[in-house]
T-cell receptor, first 114, second 110 residues
């Protein structure tokens, strides 16, 4: 089992609905990352937290997503209004900041927007 | 633009044979990681390199930061090696954010 836990495993939403997925980073890791992967292609960086503070995010996240880490042991990624193009595998990873060797991924949340 | 160029995009091997995957970087990277993604979507961390070569069983990876490339060699391929392999690199000055290659789908057949 991955040391990073993601829930739910699968998520189905209608267009226009809100979606939320959660990530429990590996214990002791202070950096949390979210990536989006469509059709098993390359992972697209979405947002990065360090010590629960967002340090970097792409424009799409700023405009349509909501991402927070209310504690060191829980982060969430939300989509305010789901669109078909949001259908993807959302992967959360964590690391000790500055130490890429501790980069651990969760199993992902697979979102389908219909 | 794409900072990580991965090739080939697909590869077929017979059991017992080997090959190599390669990633070229268009900008200076401070470290590279290689992952295997299984059929369930889980990413398994294979290697992390800031430089040089690492070997683990039938896998070996090299990162040449000066010439901006990294390779992953697979020898004596087994059926369970099938999956998609990604390289990902940390750009200088961006913390630990990774830029991923497009992946290489490896199929190992009997």
């Amino acid at each position: 089992d991955a040391a990073v836990t993601q829930k739910p495993r699968y998520l189905i939403k209608m267009k226009g609905q809100e979606a939320e997925m959660k990530c429990i980073p590996e214990k002791g890791h202070t950096a949390v990352f979210w990536y989006q992967q469509k059709q098993s292609k390359e992972l697209k960086f979405l947002i990065y937290f360090q010590n629960q503070q967002p340090l970097d995010q792409i424009d799409m996240v700023k405009e349509r997503f909501s991402a927070v880490c209310p504690s060191s042991s829980l982060c969430s990624l939300g989509i305010r209004t789901c669109e078909a193009e949001d259908s993807a595998l959302y992967l959360c990873s964590s690391s000790q900041w500055g130490r890429g060797s501790d980069y651990t991924f969760g199993s992902g949340t697979r979102l389908l927007v219909i | 633009g794409d900072q990580v160029e991965q090739s080939p995009s697909a590869l077929s091997l017979h059991e017992g044979t080997g090959s190599a995957l390669r990633c070229n970087f268009t900008t200076t990277m401070r470290a590279v990681q290689w992952f295997q993604q299984n059929s369930r979507g889980s990413l398994i961390n294979l290697f992390y390199l800031a430089s040089g070569t690492k070997e683990n069983g039938r896998l070996k990876s090299t990162f040449n930061s000066k010439e901006s490339y990294s390779t992953l060699h697979i020898r004596d391929a087994q059926l369970e090696d099938s999956g998609t392999y990604f390289c990902a690199a940390e750009q200088q000055g961006t913390g630990s954010k990774l830029s991923f290659g497009k992946g290489a789908k490896l199929t190992v057949s009997p």
